[in-house]
């Protein structure tokens, strides 16, 4: 999505202005979600989330047609009470699991502030704030691109038209950056993914075996299931690979944006130190691998103030969000 190419001022004061430039929108409620419409740009938010509902939509219609799939192909296939019980308590399981890491990816967000920052330096923005401090024209996005003076490993993006906290990388699933806030439950969300696709496949094993035996005729409607195998197949390949990604730099504490600099032992502080950082606290570790426990909070804010040698990624490359 392109920044409004508008200028706002010509002058020599023009610098100042488009700093203290409010956004105009208008707000209204979508049950307990505030919504922003902007008129610049016809866009809207549902909370700190762009609307970019095609996505998401399709990808929860895949799951839950999938799993419906599982259980009409499998019911009846399995050779004792005992061996269906375990298929689809676990299949159950992953599947709410992906469901719920997905929605709090969304729900979460990476954690934002506004274009201006370097004017405000707020740690905290209410909602009101934050739709104000959008950035709609091109002059406010090179008035975010062009200083320094932003949260360190932060990144100015068009999509989300402010400053991305511990920015990581752009999701198209979610449609929504994966950072401070939300960087577990991406994690989570690959790994699971990548067991409810296991599990889908794993756990048609009887079925497969009545079919090749003899037991049971192949029927028309058993292609459905083969199709949403071939898929979740694709899907689980490449979210255990992921998965593998974003532990490895979690681990080492660096992001993706980093890792393409070739920034890569700046903020290391040893495992467990670098894990809580987004997944809070290691009293509770325990709790890390459900995304049911969503109140755990980063132990960091995103602002990284502690003596660094750090100037933010100012390069070009990070500063451009990624073409949609």
Known sequence: MQINNQ???????RQDYVGDTEAEYAESRCCCCKVAYFTIGGFIFLGHWRRRLTVPIILSILYLLSFVV?????????????????????TG????????SYLLV???????????????????????????????????????RSTLD?????????????????????CIWAKSWIGLKN????????????????????????????????VSKFKYFYILGIVTVVVLGYFGSLSL??????IRNLARNVTTLEEWGGRLNEWNRGCCNNF????????????WPFPCVWCLEPLEDGFYDEDHNDRSLISEAFQNSPPE
């Open 70 to 90: 599982f259980i009409f192909d499998t019911y009846g296939t399995y050779p004792n009470l005992y061996s269906a019980s375990l298929a689809y308590f676990f």
């Open 7 to 13: 200028i706002l001022l010509e002058s020599e004061t």
């Open 183 to 214: 960087h577990r439950f991406f994690a989570l969300l690959c790994i699971y993914s990548f067991l409810y696709s296991l599990s889908i496949l794993g756990f048609r094993y009887w079925m497969y075996k009545d079919i090749i035996t003899g």
């Open 93 to 100: 399981f992953f599947f709410i699991c992906v469901i719920f």
């Open 106 to 144: 969304i729900i979460k967000g990476p954690g934002y502030v506004p274009y201006n920052w370097a004017k405000t330096r707020q740690r905290h923005y209410t909602w009101e704030e934050s739709m104000k401090s959008m950035a709609l024209y091109a002059d406010q996005a090179e008035f975010a």
């Open 276 to 287: 809580e950082e987004v997944c809070g606290s290691r009293k509770y570790a325990i709790c």
């Open 150 to 170: 932003r949260p360190k490993r932060s990144c100015f993006s068009n999509e989300a038209r402010r400053f991305v906290l511990r920015a990581d990388h752009f």
């Open 241 to 246: 690979f992921h998965f593998i990604k974003t």
